[in-house]
């Protein structure tokens, strides 16, 4: 079966700091990657999509996130958080032919001024 | 309209209660996708609408979950003789199509108490 893991479940980082969350999934074959944000009191929000093409993909807001096939990998980085950045960040996988997005459990980000 | 809506925000009901939550999708937008949310969860899929069709309800509960969608727009999940575990937020999704991801609805805050 599908699944998706993200190893932080819970990040606390000062504004300014460096950000990388971690997603690695479980499907060999085509993947559609995506990151999607929460923030307090919101729906969630598409943050970036990888479809095919360069492998560094860049979203909104600074964020970019990298697929490396080999690793089964695709990490969401941003070079410097701010406070606004505080959310549940989400990153998902949609396989080839199933037609659903399969979500990882989530990061609670929380960024101190 | 401009975005997913879903009603009602928030629902309290009974254990053994029959509740309905609606999912009003973006117009044009032809697939549909309900998730639940728990706490300190991540999404978790229950069913996928193409048109009017359920191709994958693999992710529903049980058989007390039930879920339709008419004139390819507007779709109502049925819960039947509602239990405490069903407590979660009730997330809807629409899409045109798989390169565009989806747009998530704000939910529906189910308590059973």
């Known amino acids: 079966a599908q699944s998706v893991s993200q190893h932080n479940h819970h990040v606390i980082l000062s504004e300014a700091a460096s950000l990388e969350l971690g997603c690695n999934y479980s499907y060999g074959g085509t993947v559609n990657l995506f990151w999607y944000v929460q923030y307090p009191g919101q729906h969630l929000q598409l943050l970036l999509k990888y479809f095919s093409g360069d492998p560094l993909v860049k979203g909104i807001k600074g964020f970019e996130a990298e697929f490396i096939k080999s690793k089964f990998s695709f990490n969401l980085r941003k070079p410097s958080v701010q406070w606004s950045d505080t959310a549940e960040y989400f990153c998902a996988v949609e396989s080839g032919g199933y037609n659903k997005l399969i979500f990882g459990a989530g990061t609670r980000l929380a960024v101190h001024p | 309209g401009a975005g997913v809506s879903q009603s009602p925000s928030n629902k309290v009901t009974e254990k053994g209660k029959d509740v309905e939550l609606r999912c009003d999708p973006i117009s044009g937008h032809t697939a549909l996708y309900w998730y639940r949310q728990s706490l300190g969860q991540g999404l978790e899929f229950l069913i996928y609408f193409q048109g009017n069709s359920a191709p994958d309800k693999s992710g529903l509960p049980s058989d007390r979950f039930s879920a339709e969608r008419t004139g390819g727009s507007v779709s109502t999940l049925t819960i039947q003789r509602t239990q405490q575990e069903d407590s979660a937020v009730y997330l809807c999704?629409?899409?045109?199509?798989?390169?565009?991801?989806?747009?998530f609805g704000s939910g529906t805050r189910l308590t059973v108490v």
């Open positions: 999704a629409s899409s045109r199509g798989q390169v565009y991801g989806y747009t």
